[in-house]
């Protein structure tokens, strides 16, 4: 199983940058995937995670309240991928961002923050400062 993050890089505030994630060795479809990230020195946070395709809630996303409105998250289970798409950059946007896939439903997922997660892989930096 590898997951593997990437796009990051330095932007000014206010700028934007897509995060993409390849992931192999699973079928990405039955898992719910999204992001996390850690900033130096704190604690992981999540940011975005969206759902399995379950018939019931597909699709269906969360994001942490300092994303609303300015991250989108998405997926593409035909390649295997999962992106990010953030806008409006703020220099506390600054971490290093890391996806995950769980079998587990995205609401229990977002809602742990200390949840063991079955897959994640190597992070991608982005720095946001002027």
């Known amino acids: 199983v590898q997951l593997q993050a990437f796009g990051g890089g330095s932007v000014q505030p206010g700028g934007s940058l897509r995060l993409s994630c390849t992931t192999s060795?699973?079928?990405?479809?039955?898992?719910?995937i999204g992001w996390f990230r850690q900033a130096s020195g704190k604690e992981r946070e999540g940011v975005a995670c969206?759902?399995?395709?379950?018939?019931?809630?597909?699709?269906?996303?969360y994001y942490v309240d300092s994303a609303k409105g300015r991250f989108t998250i998405s997926r593409d289970n035909m390649k295997n991928t999962t992106y990010l798409q953030m806008n409006s950059l703020k220099p506390e946007d600054t971490a290093v961002y890391y996806c995950?896939?769980?079998?587990?439903?995205?609401?229990?997922?977002?809602?742990?923050?200390?949840?063991?997660?079955?897959?994640w892989g190597q992070g991608t930096l982005v720095t946001v400062s002027s």
């Open positions: 060795g699973f079928t990405l479809e039955n898992y719910a």
């Open positions: 995950y896939a769980d079998i587990t439903d995205a609401e229990r997922l977002f809602k742990d923050p200390s949840y063991d997660y079955e897959y």
């Open positions: 969206i759902n399995r395709n379950d018939g019931i809630n597909d699709m269906l996303a």
